[in-house]
T-cell receptor
Framework: DAGVIQSPRHEVTEMGQEVTLRCKPI?????LFWYRQTMMRGLELLIY????????DSGMPEDRFSAKMPNASFSTLKIQPSEPRDSAVYFC?????????????FGQGTRLTVV | GDSVTQMEGPVTLSEEAFLTINCTYT??????LFWYVQYPGEGLQLLLK???ADDKGSNKGFEATYRKETTSFHLEKGSVQVSDSAVYFC??????????WGAGTKLIIKP
């Protein structure tokens, strides 16, 4: 299996523009997570999907952020409009089932720079 | 609420030195515990895990034992290599999906 695949790996955009990050989870995994990583705040869970349904979006910072999972093999995280403070590395992760002892598998991340 | 506390880094060691990275947690019940490693420019990957008290997780020469009495899950390795240089994250799993993360500890190994 190729693992969790994220695109793009790097994104540089101007303030006010729309940004869409993409994720393909590991086949068969039914849980998907979007994380944001910054030096100041570390790893933050933005949203969690189970069986394509958003279960917990309490970590989404504000209405500018939205996430979708139209099917089991694809998810997007959209920022509109983007701001410089959104600059971070965004990770997608997936896992199998909802068991307490299963681990999450991470993609390589998208490094977003908003100028 | 649940939390994970890791020793602050960076931790700098010489090759073949003994490594300990401390991790303590606060949680209700008995969560599963994890160590993840992040190499430069990459995502996090699972290093080892333990799911109940006194379990020992091990992988690639790293070990950690789930200590309920001290609420700890310290990471150890007997002889580190330059290739072990990375950021190490301790985490606990709350419920069936949410991972609570430590701040990460950067490890630098000098040849």
């Amino acid at each position: 299996d190729a693992g969790v695949i994220q695109s793009p790996r790097h994104e540089v955009t101007e303030m006010g523009q729309e940004v869409t990050l993409r994720c393909k989870p590991i086949s068969g995994h039914n849980s998907l997570f979007w994380y944001r990583q910054t030096m100041m705040r570390g790893l933050e869970l933005l949203i969690y999907f189970n069986n394509n349904v958003p279960i917990d979006d309490s970590g989404m910072p504000e209405d500018r952020f939205s996430a979708k999972m139209p099917n089991a093999s694809f998810s997007t995280l959209k920022i509109q409009p983007s701001e410089p403070r959104d600059s971070a590395v965004y990770f997608c992760a997936s896992s199998l089932g909802g068991e307490a002892n299963t681990e999450a598998f991470f993609g390589q991340g998208t490094r977003l720079t908003v100028v | 609420g649940d939390s994970v506390t890791q020793m602050e880094g960076p931790v700098t060691l010489s090759e073949e030195a003994f490594l300990t990275i401390n991790c303590t947690y606060t949680a209700t019940g008995y969560p599963s515990l994890f160590w993840y490693v992040q190499y430069p420019g990459e995502g996090l990957q699972l290093l080892l895990k333990a799911t109940k008290a006194d379990d020992k997780g091990s992988n690639k020469g790293f070990e950690a034992t789930y200590r309920k009495e001290t609420t700890s899950f310290h990471l150890e390795k007997g002889s580190v290599q330059v290739s072990d240089s990375a950021v190490y994250f301790c985490a606990l799993k709350r419920g069936n999906y949410q991972l609570i993360w430590g701040a990460g500890t950067k490890l630098i190994i000098k040849p």
